[in-house]
């Protein structure tokens, strides 16, 4: 029998004070980018047990060099650098198009092996049925695009345990195929689930630390409205 791990980060609107994206992100397996991103670590360590457990995120646009912003940046960590046999970590950004509190747009990826290692990413749309999971989700082709690093370690952690380096994955996406137009780009929580589908259970999630409440890109006016870049939150 398949294990299975998965991330899940949903979206609706939810506005505090406004964070200016600092620079843009390069794909390129290094998470030296981040460091001057807005980017939140799991306030415990080891806190959910094997391929539940995650270290921490972040969130980022384009905006240092093009307004409005065209292309969101979205990094998570795990706590695993390997998974044993067939064994996946699986993870998923859910977005909120129409500012319902509903799911529209799912973005996937698949990691697996010993070292782990990126296996596919994949964009799915959504049936807007649901505030915690991607509805009859259909694949389509777009923009995403993922690289992970199975050695981060030093400054380039987001939390530093006495467990050796983590796994950390990057992903682009265009603010276009995350359904913007105008306004913001709205995320909920994110979760691990119980598989690679991006409709699965979740189990350890991520929420704002000082309000239980989400994250919103604002491309056009800055980049992110707090708490966008994940700049207080926890993983429950």
């Keep these: 029998m398949r294990e299975f791990l998965g991330i899940c980060m949903v979206g609706f609107l939810f506005t505090a004070g406004t964070a200016q994206a600092q620079n843009d992100v390069t794909l390129d397996g290094s998470m030296a980018d981040w460091a001057d991103e807005t980017c939140s670590a799991d306030d415990l360590c080891d806190d959910f047990t094997g391929q539940q457990d995650s270290k921490g995120a972040c969130i980022a ?31 998923c950004w859910l977005v909120d198009i129409n500012q319902n509190d509903n799911v529209d747009i799912a973005l996937c990826f698949s990691l697996g092996g ?10 799915f749309t959504c049936n807007d049925s649901s505030t915690t999971t991607c509805g009859n989700p259909t694949a389509v082709t777009r923009s995403e695009a993922c690289v992970a690093n199975n050695n981060t370690t030093g400054g380039e952690k987001l939390l530093e ?40 259970a979740a189990f350890d999630c991520i929420l704002d630390a000082s309000t239980g409440q989400p994250w919103v890109l604002n491309p056009t006016t800055g980049g992110n409205t707090l708490p966008v870049e994940l700049a207080t939150f926890i993983v429950e």
């Design 61 to 91: 646009t384009d905006f240092a060099s093009i307004q409005p912003a065209t292309t969101a940046y979205l990094r998570f960590d795990f706590d695993d650098t390997s998974v044993p046999g067939a064994n996946t970590l699986d993870g």
């Design 114 to 123: 010993n070292p782990v290692a990126l296996q596919e990413t994949n964009l």
């Design 161 to 200: 345990c006495t467990d050796g380096a983590d796994l950390a994955i990057e992903c682009s996406v265009l603010l276009t195929d995350l359904g913007w137009s105008s306004g913001n780009v709205t995320l909920l929580k994110s979760c691990t689930s119980t598989s690679a589908q991006p409709n699965s």
